[in-house]
């Protein structure tokens, strides 16, 4: 597991794995890209969250903006483990969308940041062109809005 700011770490299913340790480290979430391990082997109390990522191509846009939208929510509660199998590839790709999407820096900038705080940032031909397709569609002002979210919609009624 490494820190990549002083609220977001990322790391592998064996670091999603030792929840003690999470505890220790002042993780109040997880985030995970993979759908395993789950929140079932979870008794510390940990808020978990999961946005499966195909590792490569297949992935919907709205998959990645759900994603970002997560580790938004889950930071307001406190630290944040993003995990995948390795956290070399999803798990970046997600940290800094969101570094890139609240701090309108450049994604390939904080991609940059992230490789030089983990030992190995290696993102999939395919998650790269998610990144290009989610700058594409959706606007840099709603990337951190609730996915599904019309700007200005009214909520339906209940008649």
């Not at 990549?4 to 890209?33: M, P, Y």
């Not at 798990?91 to 992230?114: G, N």
């Not at 397709?133 to 339906?156: F, M, N, Q, V």
Request: net charge negative; charged share 25%.
């Amino acid at each position: 597991m490494d820190w990549i700011t002083r609220e977001i770490a990322i790391g592998n299913c064996d670091d999603a794995r030792r929840l003690d340790e999470l505890r220790s480290a002042g993780i109040a979430s997880i985030l995970s890209l993979t759908g395993w391990p789950n929140s079932a082997a979870n008794s510390h109390g940990l808020t978990w969250r999961c946005v499966e990522l195909i590792d490569g191509h297949g992935n919907d846009v709205d998959r990645l903006h759900e994603a970002v939208w997560q580790l938004h929510e889950l930071l307001a509660s406190g630290s944040v483990l993003v995990h995948c199998m390795e956290g070399v590839s999803r798990s970046p790709l997600v940290v800094a969308s969101y570094l890139a999407d609240t701090s309108a820096r450049p994604f390939e900038e904080c991609l940059q940041e992230i490789a030089l705080l983990r030992k190995w940032v290696i993102l999939q031909p395919g998650l790269i062109e998610l990144r290009r397709a989610y700058e594409s569609a959706i606007e840099p002002h709603r990337r951190i809005d609730r996915p599904g979210r019309r700007h200005g919609a009214l909520p339906a009624s209940a008649d």
